[in-house]
């Protein structure tokens, strides 16, 4: 029996707000969206297991850990889509830890024994020679909830909490988003659907304040703006990096930005995990400083590592009222 992989996993379109039940077509069917590495799970028909990023990357060398504990508890010929995590000592996600991996090179090992990480799935797309990507969600997470029911409660493969019961997904949410993270929303009669956007991720949004730093593009013409704020020794620390700005917004920043001086405190290229992109082998971001003068608003979700917003953040509006100084300081929440 030859496994077919997925060429690309379903993906999820973001909304505003938590569905009600009859948005979606046999009702609606709500997770935890938990911000870890998505990753399918492939155990072929000799039970040797693959782990594989959206991109094809092969995760197997950085979360042993992982792979280990699927190919002990899930059978051969059966694929599984679902998200690797790691919960900290204080049962908070910690997005740094599995950003090590990929730099750790020979630590890895070492990491897997002092920072394991789960493997949450979600759906499961093949198993005993079945193709149940045609099959609606609901038929699927039975046949995922059978496939791990005698998996030891220790295991580091999980399967993710689901409930039809929109009261107890917007709890979920609301504790959720405290975290940094949300919910995800789909279908009960959808098929699996490989790279298209069907399913909905809800995440709480909250503005603050950054000052522009530098731009991609051209500072005439920036697409995306490079954002700081300042720590407690008073250096400008970079915290974000905006999705590409609208048009008018590209003429509106124009007109207020400055070329940056000879000491501007950034240097002429950032490493590409410094604002809201991967760490490793990535080419660094270059951009064009500008003086650290102008104060923006912008909208993000909640997730902050070590300072700096993980996801990219949108424009909103300059914030010509406000000084430097006014922004809160590196660290802060918000």
């Known amino acids: 029996m030859h496994i077919r992989s997925p060429v690309k996993p379903m993906l999820a379109a973001t909304v505003d707000r938590v569905p009600e039940p009859q948005a979606c077509p046999g009702g609606c069917r709500y997770e935890p969206k938990f911000d870890g590495f998505r990753a399918v799970a492939i155990v072929d028909e000799t039970g040797a297991v693959l782990l594989a990023s959206r991109r094809r990357t092969r995760f197997n060398e950085a979360f042993p850990e992982v792979a280990a504990a699927v190919a002990e508890v899930v ?49 499961v797309l093949e ?35 689901q409930t039809a019961d929109v009261a107890e997904a917007r709890l979920w949410f609301d504790a959720l988003a405290a975290r940094g ?13 490989e790279g ?11 503005t603050a304040e950054g000052i522009v730093g530098g731009v991609t593009g051209t500072r005439q013409a920036p697409e995306s703006l490079i954002l700081g ?14 999705t590409p700005l609208p048009p008018a917004a590209r ?13 501007h405190p950034w240097p002429a290229e950032l490493p590409s995990g410094f604002a809201g992109g991967p760490y490793g082998s990535h080419p660094p971001i270059r951009y064009v400083r500008t003086e650290p003068e102008t104060v923006v608003e912008f909208s993000a979700d909640a997730a902050v590592e070590n300072g700096r917003w993980r996801h990219a953040v949108r424009y909103v509006r300059t914030r010509a009222e406000l000084d430097p100084g006014d922004v809160a300081p590196f660290g802060a929440p918000y």
């Open 75 to 123: 059978p051969a010929a059966t694929v599984l889509d679902g998200e690797i995590v790691r919960w900290g000592p204080d049962g908070r996600l910690d997005f740094g830890a599995l950003q090590r991996r990929h730099v750790a090179g020979r630590r890895r090992r070492d990491l897997a024994r002092d920072e394991p990480c789960h493997y949450v799935v979600f759906d």
């Open 127 to 161: 198993t005993g020679g079945d193709d149940l990507r045609p099959r609606p969600l609901r038929e699927r997470r039975t046949i995922l909830e059978r496939l791990l029911a005698d998996v030891p409660s220790g295991s580091r493969v999980v399967a993710t909490p």
């Open 181 to 193: 993270e949300g919910l995800v929303v789909k279908d009960a009669d959808g098929a699996y659907l």
């Open 196 to 206: 298209r956007r069907r399913w909905q991720k809800v995440k709480r949004r909250t």
């Open 229 to 242: 704020r300042f720590d407690a020794d008073g250096r400008l620390r970079v915290v974000a990096r905006t």
């Open 251 to 263: 003429t509106g920043l124009a007109a207020v930005l400055r070329p940056g001086g000879a000491d």
